[in-house]
T-cell receptor, first 112, second 112 residues
Framework: SQQGEEDPQALSIQEGENATMNCSYK?????LQWYRQNSGRGLVHLIL?????REKHSGRLRVTLDTSKKSSSLLITASRAADTASYFC????????????FGTGTRLTIIP | DGGITQSPKYLFRKEGQNVTLSCEQN?????MYWYRQDPGQGLRLIYY???????QKGDIAEGYSVSREKKESFPLTVTSAQKNPTAFYLC???????????FGPGTRLLVL
């Protein structure tokens, strides 16, 4: 079963603007990760946030986690055309990291 | 170069035929995974293996089989029992205690 639902399903913005996408999940988690997928390619890990963390930064990426609302957001600042891709959240359960459960993804298009 | 390779990139299956997708990694990772991705959807877990000669069913294992005879290899067979096999198949691996999964480039399976 898919744990995460992402919102919006698709997002188009102008180059240079900020992009925000959200992920909601259903059960308690150990950590939440964001992955990126270029069209027809494999996934690439972007950033991980643990259940006891509220915010994390990596370059132009900012991730927040609200465990009380079972939700996370990914902010990409100063977007570039190369950021065009699908973005997925994935959660790791309370009892270990052996499996990830992926959300449905947000398709981001950056307009040059 | 270290990484995960999947072959072939495209695979065509005839009705009633079994086909095998290859996944090889030279990252010395213990755990390996197979996911199915349908158009516009997230990833669903088919099978995973945490150690050689052992594997577990994921959420959608029916119609699929796997083996893990070597640490580096985790082939997936799509059997004739899988009535709707057309999808993008992704293989991933991770270290035993790791949290992040590393993905191959994927195999697109089409039915003739």
């Amino acid at each position: 079963s898919q744990q995460g639902e992402e919102d919006p399903q698709a997002l188009s913005i102008q180059e240079g603007e900020n992009a925000t996408m959200n992920c909601s999940y259903k059960t308690s988690i150990n950590n939440l990760q964001w992955y990126r997928q270029n069209s027809g390619r494999g996934l690439v890990h972007l950033i991980l946030i643990r259940s006891n963390e509220r915010e994390k930064h990596s370059g132009r990426l900012r991730v927040t986690l609200d465990t009380s609302k079972k939700s996370s957001s990914l902010l990409i600042t100063a977007s570039r055309a190369a950021d065009t891709a699908s973005y997925f959240c994935a959660t790791s359960g309370n009892f270990g990291n052996e499996k990830l459960t992926f959300g449905t993804g947000t398709r981001l298009t950056i307009i040059p | 170069d270290g990484g995960i390779t999947q072959s072939p990139k495209y695979l065509f299956r005839k009705e009633g035929q079994n086909v095998t997708l290859s996944c090889e990694q030279n990252l010395n990772h213990d755990a390996m995974y197979w996911y199915r991705q349908d158009p516009g959807q997230g990833l669903r877990l088919i099978y995973y293996s945490q150690i050689v000669n052992d594997f577990q069913k994921g959420d959608i294992a029916e119609g699929y089989s796997v083996s893990r005879e070597k640490k580096e290899s985790f082939p997936l067979t799509v059997t004739s029992a899988q009535k709707n096999p057309t999808a993008f198949y992704l293989c991933a691996s991770k270290e035993h205690w790791g949290e992040t999964q590393y993905f191959g480039p994927g195999t697109r399976l089409l039915v003739l």
